[in-house]
Every structure is written in structure tokens, then in C-alpha cells.
């Protein structure tokens, strides 16, 4: 019977392709998008770098599918693609590709920081949420007093006066993705200033609900982030994500070096990133404009699950009918 060899290990298989990868992410950081600006030698061992890493990239996603190797190896492929084959910084083909598929491909390859993202921030939110029901007076002192009793006092349609919801909007996004972008960049301190902006908001959300609660009005804060909730705390969850994406990096490099494994986990937070300051920029408009008006809360709630579903629909199969047959043009033509 004719011997099957046994398949490597992904420590084996990192060990004897490291350095071309590493080589092939230099020469695609050195060109920053331009092929013109490598040597003609640099060009030639561009292609034959990356015909290898297509091939290296099939072999990963058939025996290591669910290692981050994998990913990182996806992401390197992908770019030294959009090099390769790049077309005018404008055109309308490049631009449908990025956003139809590699951002929400990029989203999807990092779930598992999306899911850790979500419980640092609903954990601490439910949290207080039931500590500041069975401890009313923590509650009420965790907040200022003034504060409280103008949550307490205010009623749906009054949040934002009329005549300053329009220059309240740009206002309100350009805080909200200033939060985004801290928290993500946050990963760069080995994740520690991202975990305490999601710990943070999320007890600050908890307890803000429990207070209202105590009360017997938590139904007027409900009504008013029903319509642009689902959004800004996606973002939120979406941004601790590429903060945590950083710090794995930093935290676990695996066999490559803490700076290739940044680099081309920066490739990854910058989709991300730039998915969230969208997303943001739509939850603030309508922040500014429906949330503080006296529809009724079912027209809010609808608008947060439609807008919501939009979203996450967009991230679960953005691209998915178009990103086999790409891969496919790619691994075989390099054969």
C-alpha cells in the first residue's frame, strides 16, 4: 500500500514559511499601494511571493481553517492582491470590492474578538443593572445628583430641543467615533485601555437603566436609544473588537515577529474602523433626529431593528457568493 504521509503541524508550517511571508509583507508595505514604487527586481519577486503565499493560503484554509495564521495569511494574500492586480485609487470596482466583501470578511474572520468585545461590555452593564436594583442607595450615589434627577424628569420628544437637533448631529458623531477610535487604538496598550472603555460604558449603562428603574421610568431612556441603540452599541462592540485584534497581536504573535503580526493586524482594525465611523455616522443622525421626537416607541423600536438587521446582515453574508469564486481565480491561475 502506498504510504500517506502525515500533515505537518501548523508550528511546522509557520516555521518553514515565515520568511517569505514576512519578505512578501515588507515588499507590500514598502509599495504602499503603488508597484511603481519597487524596483524592477522587487516587482519580480513580488509575483513569485505571492503565487507561493496563494498557495500557502489554500493549504492553511484546508488543514488549519480555524488558526489565526490563517487569517493573517488571508489578509496578506488579500492585499498583495490589491496590489497586484490594483486599479485607479478611485475606481468604482476596487471601491464595490473592499466594501461589499473584504470588510465584511474582515468582521467575520474576527468573531471571536467581536463576541469577547460584547460580553466586556454587556457584562459589566447587567451587572450593575441587578446590583443597582437589590442596592437602590449604590445606584442612586454612583450618579450626581443633578444628573439623576434630570434623567429622572425627562420624557420622550424633549431629549434635544428641535432647534438644535441640527447642529447637535455632527456633534454627536464626531464624539462617538472619537470613543471608537480610542477604543480600538486602546488594543495598543495590550488591550487595557480598550477592556476598561467597554468595562466603563457598559456600568455606566447598567447603572443609568437600574436608576430609571427604581424609579418606575426606565421606559423613557428605553424609547429613546430604540431607534439608534442597536447601532451605537454595535459599534461599540465592533471597535472593542479591533482593540482586542491589536492586542492579540501584541499578546500573542505566534511564530512571527510582534511587528508583522501588528502590521497585518492593522490591516484588519482599519476595515473594521472604518466600518464603525459609518455606522456611527448613520446612529447619530438619527440619534439627532428620530430618537428625540414623539414617535411612537414601536416606529422608534422598528427603525432600531431594521437598521440593526441591515448590519448585521451586511457582516454575516456581505460577499460570501463573491468571495469563493475570487479566491478560486486566484489560487488556480497561480498553479
Partial sequence: MPRIAA???IDRFVEDHLGRWSRLADLVARASGRVSRLEAAEVLELGVLYRAATSDLAIAQRDFPADVVTTELNDL???THALVYSEAPTSAKRLRRFVVEEVPAT????????????????????????????????????LPATMRDQLIARRPGTEIPENLRLSES??????????????????LTAGLLTAYIL??????????????????VS??????????????????????????????????????????????????????VLLVAVVLGVAGLIEAFVSPTTLLPEVKA??????????????????????PAAQRKRFFSSR
Avoid at 468595562?199 to 418606575?216: H, Q
Avoid at 482586542?244 to 473594521?272: D, Y
Avoid at 422598528?302 to 468571495?323: E, K, M, N, Q, S
Fill in 199 to 216: 468595562v466603563a460604558n457598559g456600568a455606566i449603562l447598567g447603572t443609568l437603566f437600574a436608576v430609571l428603574e427604581l424609579r418606575g
Fill in 170 to 187: 455632527p456633534v454627536i458623531i464626531v464624539n462617538n467615533v472619537r470613543i471608537a477610535v480610542v477604543a480600538a487604538a486602546g488594543g
Fill in 302 to 323: 422598528g427603525v432600531g431593528i431594521a437598521t440593526g438587521t441591515l448590519l448585521w446582515g451586511y457582516i454575516a453574508f456581505g460577499g460570501r457568493r463573491l468571495r
Fill in 107 to 142: 468582521v467575520r474572520a474576527n468573531m471571536r474578538f467581536v463576541l469577547a468585545s460584547a460580553v466586556l461590555l454587556f457584562g459589566p452593564a447587567l451587572v450593575t443593572f441587578v446590583a443597582g436594583l437589590l442596592s437602590p442607595d449604590l445606584a442612586m450615589g454612583a
Fill in 219 to 272: 421606559w423613557t431612556l428605553l424609547t429613546f436609544v430604540a431607534a439608534h441603540g442597536v447601532l451605537e452599541l454595535s459599534a461599540v462592540v465592533l471597535s472593542g473588537a479591533a482593540g482586542l485584534r491589536f492586542a492579540w497581536a501584541i499578546l500573542q504573535p505566534g511564530e512571527r515577529s510582534r511587528r508583522l503580526a501588528l502590521r497585518l493586524a492593522g490591516i484588519q482594525v482599519v476595515r473594521i
Fill in 7 to 9: 500533515p505537518i503541524s
Fill in 77 to 79: 494574500v488579500a492585499a
